[in-house]
């Protein structure tokens, strides 16, 4: 199961946010097991970086972003993709970017806590429980 994983997400589990670590953790860790294709965008990855740095420090931030790296493939973003974005119907630019990524690499689903963010994108968004869910019988 190819996966994009919305920052929000990969949020949740970097900054210990509690009420949606749980879930967040979960899937991280079937990503990091093989149990499902866990790709990111790669403004994700910079974003994490900037804003754990903000919340801690430059150590704390490249722990988070080389973990990152070990748990997610990167889906590279690139000028026609940026293009997609802003002409897409989904009005939060970020989640353009996150959905246009998606359907890039042909991902079954975006892992996100913002599903209505995502209504009109090409791929079905769904919560990390929603997503664990659906892998286990």
């Given amino acids: 199961m190819k996966i994009l994983v919305d920052i929000n997400v990969v949020l949740d589990v970097v900054l210990a946010r509690r009420e949606w670590l749980m879930e967040s953790a979960r899937l991280m860790d079937a990503a990091e097991k093989g149990v499902i294709n866990g790709y990111v965008a790669g403004h994700t990855v910079t974003t994490v970086y900037y804003l754990v740095q903000r919340a801690g420090s430059r150590t704390t931030a490249g722990k988070a972003v080389r973990d990152l790296l070990r748990v997610f493939d990167v889906v590279a973003v690139e000028r026609q993709d940026l293009i997609e974005a802003v002409a897409s119907k ?21 892992a996100t806590r913002d599903v209505k963010g995502f209504r009109t994108a090409a791929v079905p968004a769904q919560t990390p429980g929603a997503i664990l869910a659906r892998m286990t019988p």
Wanted: aromatic share 4%.
């Fill in 90 to 110: 989904i009005t939060d630019f970020e989640d353009a970017v996150q959905a246009v990524c998606a359907a890039k690499i042909g991902a079954e689903a975006i």
